[in-house]
């Protein structure tokens, strides 16, 4: 791989992915040293964080490395799609309406609900007995 690079960071849940996309390669995707197809097998997550390069037509222009962390499958998948469309901003700023339009570049801001004393869950709340 050449060494110009182009890089982004995303975030979902608890999951945090850095997406390097390098110019003129050939669609190969590593993800943690593996190949895309075995680190995601279930059908259609690696279409899924695709979306923002099948947005503009480039899906076999860019080798992809991404290194992620934390969280569970769609977590990373999420992080991982968030992470190639802020790397194409970096490579072409003119593709932020289409984007921004497409949803890509939307942090999904939700997370995990921290447990209150004296509930069994976040708002779960034990059963109420009379006697």
């Keep these: 791989m050449s060494a110009q690079y182009y890089e982004g ?18 669609g190969n995707i590593i993800i ?5 197809r075995d680190y995601l097998p279930r059908p259609g997550d690696v279409e899924i964080f695709m979306q923002p390069l099948n947005e503009i037509g480039q899906d076999n222009s860019y080798d992809i490395t991404i290194k992620v962390s934390g969280g569970g499958v769609s977590g990373q998948r999420d992080a991982i799609r968030l992470g190639v469309a802020r790397a194409l901003l970096k490579i072409d700023p003119d593709l932020r309406p289409r984007m921004r339009s497409g949803g890509y570049l939307t942090r999904d801001a939700r997370e995990k609900e921290r ?5 069994k869950r976040a708002r779960k709340a034990p059963t109420y007995t009379k006697r």
């Excluded at 960071?9 to 050939?26: D, E, H, M, Q």
């Excluded at 943690?32 to 895309?36: F, H, P, R, W």
């Excluded at 447990?115 to 509930?119: E, F, Y």
């Design 9 to 26: 960071i995303g975030r979902r849940k608890s999951a945090s992915a850095r997406v390097r996309l390098f110019p003129g390669g050939t």
């Design 32 to 36: 943690n040293d593996k190949d895309a």
């Design 115 to 119: 447990k209150k004393p004296g509930l």
